[in-house]
């Protein structure tokens, strides 16, 4: 019975060393997507030949409409966001003036884009695409 | 009232320590061969406890035993420390799951959409039909009308140390263009807030 209660005592010690440790250690992890996905442009899309009403019919409603001095563009933006927050710490204030913390954080937030840019006609005169989502989560954080 | 300890015993009949199960109506002294059922249910309940040693015991020879509350006084003290254990381990396990729906509501309807004829509803009708519109942008040919709404939906998890939130954001859009003659020449919408859901972030 002396080894049943030691080990039941360890577990007890264990238990309540991982109670103390959780209010000092945390992991948090983040995802934010802003918008729906922005597909290709159509291999049919060509500056002096697509209009504005074609671009409407196939991406619907711009994210924001800007008047660029005669010109007019269309602007489609998806935001994805990645976070993660690791955070070790004794918190002894009240007791030492030192605490003892380690904080690390990291924020991602990556853009699809694709922007059309209208003559005073309603023609295409430049388009760009920009999928920054599909790059590597990781190498794209430290590049 | 009886409990039950269950006892390992090896070869030489020597009892070895193992967990003390709390079970009523049995009769004393009545010695039970144990089943393969509960031969697993005492290795879960081991491996939970971390008394490996016990297991290697756990053979052909194991028997289990039935005791009164009288045969040991410890017995109490016994249950106390695994309730204590029980609510431990429980609150270690303790989490919370949130889920969040935000709304960021204009009353348009899209249905509406099928009575704008380009280059001919003019701008007053089209905030007859739709309302003040969310944003007037001012072109050099004319303005454009914005209607815009979103849904939001969040999903979030705590597990002691660990959290994971998510949001997904979708928004409707409607967008008229007005030319100079404060008439629609063209328009475009999409409605993606149908598609925001909830998730994990992995």
């Known amino acids: 019975m002396r080894c049943h209660s030691r080990k039941v005592m360890w577990l007890v010690i264990a238990l309540l060393a991982g109670h103390v440790i959780s209010g000092c250690v945390s992991l948090r992890v983040d995802k934010i997507n802003d918008g729906a996905d922005i597909l290709p442009p159509p291999e049919g899309f060509m500056a002096g030949k697509t209009s504005l009403q074609e671009v409407l019919l196939y991406y619907g409603a711009p994210t924001e409409i800007l008047d660029m001095q005669g010109y007019l563009a269309l602007h489609y933006q998806r935001t994805f966001y990645r976070g993660g927050h690791i955070s070790i710490g004794v918190p002894l204030g009240d007791v030492f003036r030192a605490s003892p913390n380690l904080d690390a954080m990291a924020d991602l937030v990556r853009h699809d884009a694709i922007v059309f840019i209208f003559t005073t006609d309603g023609l295409l005169k430049d388009m760009s695409y920009e999928k920054s989502t599909s790059r590597p989560l990781w190498d794209t954080y430290w590049e | ?202």
């Open chain 2, 1 to 202: 009232m009886y409990s039950i300890e269950a006892l390992l015993l090896d070869k030489k009949g020597q009892a070895k320590a193992c967990p003390t199960f709390a079970l009523s109506d049995l009769r004393p002294d009545i010695y039970l061969a144990l089943s393969i059922p509960l031969r697993i249910s005492l290795w879960i309940y081991s491996m939970a406890v971390n008394v490996a040693s016990c297991i290697k015991y756990s053979g052909k020879d194991a028997i289990l035993r039935v005791v009164t509350l009288g045969e040991r006084g410890s017995i109490h003290m016994k249950k106390a420390c695994w309730v204590v254990v029980a609510l431990l381990v429980i609150s270690c396990f303790n989490s919370c799951a949130v889920i969040g729906r935000s709304k960021d509501f204009r009353p348009f309807d899209e249905s509406a959409l099928k009575k704008v004829t380009p280059g001919k509803t003019t701008a007053h009708e089209v905030m007859e039909l739709f309302g003040a519109p969310s944003e007037v942008v001012k072109l050099s040919n004319g303005n454009a009308y914005v209607y815009a709404r979103s849904l939001s939906k969040a999903t979030g998890l705590w597990l002691v140390i660990l959290t994971f939130a998510n949001f997904d954001i979708q928004h409707d859009r409607i967008v008229f263009f007005i030319n100079k003659d404060d008439v629609v020449s063209h328009y475009g919408s999409s409605f993606k807030t149908e598609t925001a859901s909830y998730e994990m972030p992995f």
